[in-house]
T-cell receptor, first 110, second 113 residues
Framework: GQNIDQPTEMTATEGAIVQINCTYQ??????LFWYQQHAGEAPTFLSY????GLEEKGRFSSFLSRSKGYSYLLLKELQMKDSASYLC???????????FGGGTRVLVKP | NAGVMQNPRHLVRRRGQEARLRCSPM?????VYWYRQLPEEGLKFMVY????????ESGMPKERFSAEFPKEGPSILRIQQVVRGDSAAYFC???????????FGQGTRLTVV
């Protein structure tokens, strides 16, 4: 089976940095995904990590350590529009389903 | 290239009725996944299909729920004799063969009254 844990909620100030942690336990691993989901909308793809290390994409970065079963999503220079849920998901095999964590609701305050 | 299209966006059904949710994958995508999201919860996998085949239905309830992805036309998620607990957002995602990244549709919000 799979177990994916991430904090339920985080609050941060506009312009600041927030780090959302995700830990997972899985048999078989084919990559870790981060999605952003605004209330009432579809999840949108942010990042995909399959090898250890940091992937940077503009204001968003994602890190993976396979040996530790750990990932984080780093959001820099926070903007009000970044207020959303951030979903961590793991794939066990190519072309296979994603197993999602419960999501982390991030609230950005002025 | 249109994204993943789901319809209807909102669906209201009385208890005992049937709900049919449609998903047209992105052009060139042959893998379709259905997920359910209850209010304030994460997405839960339901079923994974390729054209005319169900690959993994381990997340589907044993009764009342069925899914298909015919050779022609959209993928359909069918819920028979709906109950209040079926009220949720149902998301469809598609991916091209062998790719890791799935694109999500806007979802169908089902309300059972």
């Amino acid at each position: 089976g799979q177990n994916i844990d991430q904090p339920t909620e985080m609050t941060a100030t506009e312009g600041a940095i927030v780090q959302i942690n995700c830990t997972y336990q899985t048999s078989g691993f084919n990559g870790l995904f981060w999605y952003q989901q605004h209330a009432g909308e579809a999840p949108t793809f942010l990042s995909y990590n399959v090898l250890d290390g940091l992937e940077e994409k503009g204001r968003f970065s994602s890190f993976l350590s396979r040996s530790k079963g750990y990932s984080y999503l780093l959001l820099k220079e926070l903007q009000m529009k970044d207020s959303a849920s951030y979903l961590c998901a793991v794939s066990r095999a190519a072309g296979n389903k994603l197993t999602f964590g419960g999501g982390t609701r991030v609230l950005v305050k002025p | 290239n249109a994204g993943v299209m789901q319809n209807p966006r909102h669906l209201v059904r009385r208890r005992g009725q049937e709900a049919r949710l449609r998903c047209s994958p992105m052009k060139g995508h042959s893998h379709v996944y259905w997920y359910r999201q209850l209010p304030e919860e994460g997405l839960k996998f339901m079923v994974y299909l390729q054209k005319e085949n169900i690959i993994d239905e381990s997340g589907m309830p044993k009764e009342r729920f069925s899914a298909e992805f015919p050779k022609e036309g959209p993928s359909i998620l069918r819920i028979q004799q709906v109950v209040r607990g079926d009220s949720a957002a149902y998301f469809c995602a598609s991916s091209p063969q062998g790719a890791e990244r799935a694109f999500f549709g806007q979802g169908t919000r089902l309300t059972v009254v």
